[in-house]
């Protein structure tokens, strides 16, 4: 069954210090993987995506994510956090879509993000 | 504003009650999903329309969900009998339904069952 497993529920880090969230997912095919972020009282923002390509992944608000298919994770890095990215970060899993399928999109349980001033 | 908006943003009722919420997806998406999301969870599928049709539903939306998206425009989440357990965020998406689409969020319907 297709899955998305984000092992890290809450992390803190200092303003100013790199980050890391993993994710890892479980699908039978070349899937389509999502970060979103979900700041209090917000919608789900995307952060980047991955569909084919360059494994390296740019995103929004100085975000990347590297996809690497051998461990089957996406793991999403910031260089240096600032107090404004505390939020909850979801990993996601798509199937390649076409026309007429949908991309029910599966996410993972969601990492909770603090910075520590 | 040109994103997906929804109405109301919270909603308190009892239970038995029935609920009814609203969905306008960005102009032109043809594709619009309806996901659930509970306390410490990540967003769970619960059905989706292409244009007018809806094609499919989770195992989710038992028959006290009912979902319309009558003219391919804005969609109605109609819950009937409301239990407590049906608290929780109701988020809408919207796409454009094109080969490796990105399905884009609203800001989410924030339910509570007393």
């Known amino acids: 069954a297709q899955s998305v497993t984000q092992p890290d529920i809450h992390i803190t880090v200092s303003e100013g210090a790199s980050l890391e969230l993993r994710c890892n997912y479980s699908?039978?095919?070349?899937?389509?993987l999502f970060w979103y972020v979900q700041s209090p009282g917000q919608g789900l923002q995307l952060l980047l995506k991955y569909f084919s390509g360059d494994t390296l992944v740019q995103g929004i608000k100085g975000f990347e994510a590297e996809f690497k298919r051998s461990q089957s994770s996406f793991n999403l890095r910031k260089p240096s956090v600032h107090w404004s990215d505390a939020a909850e970060y979801f990993c996601?899993?798509?199937?390649?879509?076409?026309?007429?399928?949908?991309?029910?999109?599966?996410f993972g349980s969601g990492t909770r993000l603090s910075i520590r001033p | 504003d040109t994103g997906v908006s929804q109405d109301p943003r919270h909603k308190i009722t009892k239970r038995g009650q029935n609920v009814t919420f609203r969905c306008d997806p960005i102009s032109e998406h043809n594709r619009l999903y309806w996901y659930r999301q509970t306390l410490g969870q990540g967003p769970e599928f619960l059905t989706y329309f292409q244009n007018e049709a809806q094609l499919e539903k989770s195992r989710l939306l038992s028959d006290r969900f009912s979902a319309e998206r009558p003219k391919g425009s804005f969609s109605t989440l109609e819950i009937q009998r409301t239990e407590q357990g049906d608290s929780a965020m109701y988020l809408c998406?919207?796409?454009?339904?094109?080969?490796?689409?990105?399905?884009?969020f609203g800001p989410g319907t924030r339910l509570l069952v007393l």
């Open positions: 699908y039978g095919a070349t899937p389509y």
């Open positions: 998406a919207s796409s454009l339904g094109d080969y490796q689409e990105t399905q884009y």
């Open positions: 996601a899993v798509g199937p390649t879509t076409g026309y007429s399928s949908a991309s029910k999109i599966i």
